[in-house]
């Protein structure tokens, strides 16, 4: 036997025991990427990944160290994988969870209906006991001359200072705080320079005030005594001088159609995995902690409807 013919014949035993790929070899992952890694949707047999996000309403660092905690007491709980995805603001949350991208957000309440009036069937699924009368607080700079008052028709001495809001579209930073602005007489117009600014979150709104960039501005209050108990303010440099009447605030918004995901019943298990959540177990009461929360309650579309009435009268609800 020659040579070529020996090299033929090994060759043949190779392609018959598998060792080398052929191009007539079918793939057996017919979705996996550039990097050979397999999609989420294409695993047979197993649970795609449950994407999880939340407006980014404080620090990154805080945001992930909370949000990795609860996927991972969600993945414990209900046996899927669960993934954090951050987003980059308000809008990129509501945005994400309209394409589908995202099948469970930490929405603000504003957010929260601007997120399920565009994607028929979603709805409000828990919040803390803290958001069903939810309050913000204005907060000022004692340069500014504002002292503390408990007359709303005070928020008048705010007309010619320089305020800020936390996001555009939060509720608690934004939208609420407007509305009760708006009922004492003081429109946007009125602030110096002919309009307010936007932090873009709480945590920098309390930044800006203490230093004195801005004279005022208006703070979701539970991270303002979350910030107060760490002893990150300076209250010789700024202090709160009114705390609006209640309204419901932030929510969980879960996607339609997940028990046809996961398997009947998996929505009422995801409910069940927040509101059973306890102070008895460590990882548990860690998540209660970070979010402000003794515990975790269930929600309704219906909770939102007066937010929902004043999204439209501002204009952030069309």
């Known amino acids: 036997m020659t040579n070529r013919e020996r090299w033929a014949v ?5 392609l018959l025991i598998g060792l080398l790929p052929t191009a007539c070899s079918p793939r057996t992952d017919t979705n996996a990427g550039a990097d050979g890694a397999t999609s989420e949707a294409a695993r ?7 994407r999880i996000g939340a407006i980014p309403d404080q620090n ?4 992930n160290r909370l949000y990795g905690l609860v996927a991972d007491e969600l993945s414990e709980q209900l046996k899927v994988p669960v993934r954090f995805v951050p987003v980059t603001d308000y809008t990129a949350a509501v945005t994400a969870f309209r394409t589908g991208d995202l099948d469970l957000v930490w929405f603000g309440g504003l957010t929260g209906v601007q997120a399920w009036l565009q994607k028929p069937g979603a709805r409000a699924l828990a919040q803390r006991d803290i958001d069903r009368s939810f309050h913000s607080v ?3 700079n004692p340069s500014s001359g504002l002292k503390p008052f408990s007359d709303p028709g005070d928020l008048q001495q705010l007309k010619g200072k320089r305020f800020t809001f936390g996001s555009e579209s939060s509720t608690s930073g934004r939208l609420m705080p407007q509305y009760y602005l708006n009922q004492a007489g003081v429109e946007l117009s009125d602030f110096a320079g002919g309009n307010p600014g936007f932090s873009g979150s709480h945590d ?3 930044a800006l005030v203490q230093s004195g960039t801005y ?4 703070v979701n209050e539970e991270v303002w005594l979350s910030r107060l108990r760490e002893g990150k303010v300076d209250t010789d440099k700024v202090l709160a001088i009114w705390r609006t009447p209640g309204y419901a605030n932030y929510t969980w918004v879960v996607q339609p159609g997940l028990d046809e995901d996961y398997g009947q019943g998996f929505t009422e298990r995801l409910e069940q995995a927040f509101t059973n959540l306890s ?8 998540i209660l902690e970070l979010f402000g929360a003794e515990t975790f309650v269930p929600a309704s579309n219906s909770q939102y409807e007066a937010i929902e009435a004043v999204g439209r009268q501002i204009g952030k609800i069309r």
Do not use: H, M, S, W
């Open 215 to 218: 004279d005022a501005g208006v």
């Open 60 to 63: 990154p660092e805080k945001l």
């Open 138 to 140: 204005f907060i000022a």
């Open 10 to 14: 090994a060759l043949a035993g190779l």
């Open 204 to 206: 920098a709104l309390i």
């Open 44 to 50: 047979p047999n197993e649970k795609r990944v449950l």
């Open 279 to 286: 102070p008895d177990d460590p990882r548990q009461a860690q």
